[in-house]
């Protein structure tokens, strides 16, 4: 089940809440916070304009299994928000602070819109918000007012920062081109997507009629381009299928939104009968590391099958779960410990080869960070010990000169393979 079979009734209870669900308001949550946190970070900075859009809203509330009332991703937000506020004020002796949040809660389902709008008309927090005109409820299909809302940001100052949560049904409500738009015009966002890869490859399959010409209209290019070696995976729960769906969305995701970092990983549900993706997307390397240090702090919420290091997307048989044995990785101190090791392996074979040549940390992130699950700082903490063992050198970005092995790069050192690593690895 994903958010879209949720359904509301003005008077009735609110649906059971699904395990995935709560692992997505779980990192939505947190995630605005240490969003927050960062922007906000130097004491100096009074005032913070952001916009948070819920393309897919839902009522509003769930019950749990045990009977809970459990909030939806709409006053998820706003909660997260009053935190995140009153976090900065606490860190500020002299200066005040203000969050200004402007909030669009998109919902298509009459009767979905109606709780909604009473749940928000009724908490003491969002009530207040609904009477300053700071929150926004509105019906129709996001990609029918994504325009309109993305206009309605830009009018807002010069940043432009915004975080779209676009929790789905399925995988075919948001084509590619709306993300592209939004991403264009507006440097600045982020965007949280769900995608429903079981869905995909069911309707390929034959179970929904989805062609090659279907699939080119919903931005999938690389998807039509593989028709026919993709449904020939009839068994989709094989991790073989799951590598290659990966790879292939990576590509799409990419070039036809333009969003130039992301996290590709997927929500463990053991009640759920699909698997889902859960996808942050962003024009910034700082963003898809703030988040991919959640799914660290998550253990065994998310996952992905592919390798453990670098090129985590490609697939080798010699790594086949289902020859191999090994598990998938899903974040654990046991994966924790095979990524250390494997990029301990593969970060010097990624360091320039001509003599005397080098790169700074800072690009050399840039460069791989869509490639692993590891964070800036695994990264940093692996180099290193690389440049304790004489593996790598760390030179100082001013005076070029090597700093002593061991020690903490900087977001400005560079980094290069020694000379003498270099003659002996030489043909």
Same mark, same amino acid.
């Given at each position: 089940m994903?958010?879209?079979?949720?359904?509301?009734?003005?008077? #009735? &209870?609110?649906?059971?809440?699904?395990?995935?669900?709560?692992?997505?308001?779980?990192?939505?949550?947190?995630?605005?916070?240490?969003y927050?946190?960062v922007?906000?970070?130097?004491?100096?900075i009074?005032?913070?304009?952001?916009?948070?859009?819920?393309?897919?809203?839902?009522?509003?509330?769930?019950?749990?299994?045990?009977?809970?009332?459990?909030?939806?991703?709409?006053?998820?937000?706003?909660?997260?928000?009053q935190?995140?506020?009153? #976090?900065?004020?606490?860190?500020?002796?002299?200066?005040?602070?203000?969050?200004?949040v402007?909030?669009?809660?998109?919902?298509?389902?009459?009767?979905?819109?109606?709780?909604l709008?009473?749940?928000?008309?009724?908490?003491?927090?969002?009530?207040?918000?609904?009477?300053?005109?700071?929150?926004?409820?509105?019906?129709?299909?996001?990609?029918?007012? &994504?325009?309109?809302?993305?206009?309605?940001?830009?009018?807002?100052?010069?940043?432009?920062?915004?975080?779209?949560l676009?929790?789905?049904?399925?995988?075919?409500?948001?084509?590619?081109?709306?993300?592209?738009?939004?991403?264009?015009?507006?440097?600045?966002?982020?965007?949280?997507?769900?995608?429903?890869?079981?869905?995909?490859?069911?309707?390929?399959?034959?179970?929904?009629?989805?062609?090659?010409?279907?699939?080119?209209?919903?931005?999938?290019?690389?998807?039509?381009?593989?028709?026919?070696?993709?449904?020939?995976?009839?068994?989709?729960?094989?991790?073989?299928?799951?590598?290659?769906?990966?790879?292939?969305?990576?590509?799409?995701?990419?070039?036809?939104?333009?969003?130039?970092?992301?996290?590709?990983? !997927?929500?463990?549900?053991?009640?759920?009968?699909?698997?889902?993706?859960?996808?942050?997307?962003?024009?910034?390397?700082?963003?898809?590391? #703030?988040?991919?240090?959640?799914?660290?702090?998550?253990?065994?919420?998310?996952?992905h099958y592919?390798?453990?290091?670098?090129?985590?997307?490609?697939?080798?048989?010699?790594?086949?779960?289902?020859?191999?044995?090994? #598990?998938? !990785?899903? !974040?654990?101190?046991?994966?924790?410990?095979?990524?250390?090791t494997?990029?301990?392996?593969?970060?010097?074979?990624?360091?320039?080869?001509?003599?005397?040549?080098?790169?700074?940390?800072?690009?050399?992130?840039?460069?791989?960070?869509?490639?692993?699950?590891?964070?800036?700082e695994?990264?940093?903490?692996?180099?290193?010990?690389?440049?304790?063992?004489?593996?790598?050198?760390?030179?100082?970005?001013?005076?070029?000169?090597?700093?002593?092995?061991?020690?903490?790069?900087?977001?400005?050192?560079?980094?290069?393979?020694?000379?003498?690593?270099?003659?002996?690895?030489?043909?």
């Amino acid at each position: 089940m994903s958010k879209g079979e949720y359904l509301w009734a003005p008077g #009735e &209870a609110p649906p059971l809440i699904q395990d995935h669900s709560l692992a997505k308001h779980q990192v939505l949550a947190r995630y605005l916070r240490v969003y927050v946190d960062v922007l906000t970070a130097n004491p100096v900075i009074d005032r913070l304009r952001l916009a948070l859009v819920d393309g897919f809203a839902g009522g509003g509330v769930y019950r749990t299994r045990t009977g809970a009332r459990h909030l939806g991703s709409p006053l998820q937000m706003v909660y997260a928000m009053q935190e995140a506020e009153a #976090e900065a004020i606490s860190k500020r002796t002299k200066k005040a602070f203000s969050l200004d949040v402007e909030y669009f809660f998109v919902e298509q389902k009459q009767r979905n819109l109606e709780v909604l709008e009473a749940l928000l008309k009724t908490d003491p927090v969002a009530a207040g918000l609904w009477t300053r005109g700071r929150l926004h409820v509105m019906q129709g299909s996001f990609e029918s007012l &994504a325009d309109g809302i993305t206009r309605r940001i830009q009018g807002r100052g010069r940043a432009h920062r915004a975080l779209f949560l676009l929790d789905q049904y399925g995988y075919s409500k948001v084509p590619l081109t709306t993300l592209r738009n939004i991403l264009h015009r507006l440097p600045n966002a982020e965007i949280l997507l769900t995608f429903a890869t079981d869905w995909l490859i069911d309707y390929m399959s034959g179970k929904g009629g989805v062609s090659p010409e279907r699939l080119q209209a919903m931005g999938l290019v690389d998807m039509a381009d593989q028709f026919d070696t993709l449904i020939s995976h009839k068994e989709h729960r094989d991790p073989r299928w799951r590598r290659l769906v990966q790879s292939v969305l990576h590509r799409n995701l990419v070039e036809q939104t333009g969003a130039r970092y992301f996290t590709p990983f !997927f929500i463990v549900s053991p009640g759920a009968h699909r698997e889902y993706w859960f996808v942050h997307l962003s024009r910034h390397s700082r963003a898809r590391d #703030e988040m991919t240090r959640l799914h660290w702090e998550l253990e065994n919420r998310f996952a992905h099958y592919g390798r453990n290091g670098l090129g985590m997307l490609g697939y080798d048989p010699r790594e086949d779960v289902l020859l191999s044995g090994q #598990e998938m !990785f899903n !974040f654990s101190e046991a994966s924790s410990k095979g990524l250390i090791t494997r990029l301990a392996e593969e970060i010097p074979r990624r360091l320039p080869v001509d003599h005397g040549e080098s790169v700074a940390f800072a690009d050399f992130f840039d460069d791989i960070c869509n490639e692993t699950p590891a964070t800036n700082e695994q990264i940093r903490n692996v180099l290193a010990t690389l440049s304790r063992e004489k593996e790598i050198e760390v030179l100082d970005a001013e005076s070029g000169k090597r700093r002593a092995g061991g020690v903490r790069v900087k977001h400005s050192d560079r980094l290069r393979v020694p000379s003498q690593l270099l003659l002996i690895t030489a043909p």
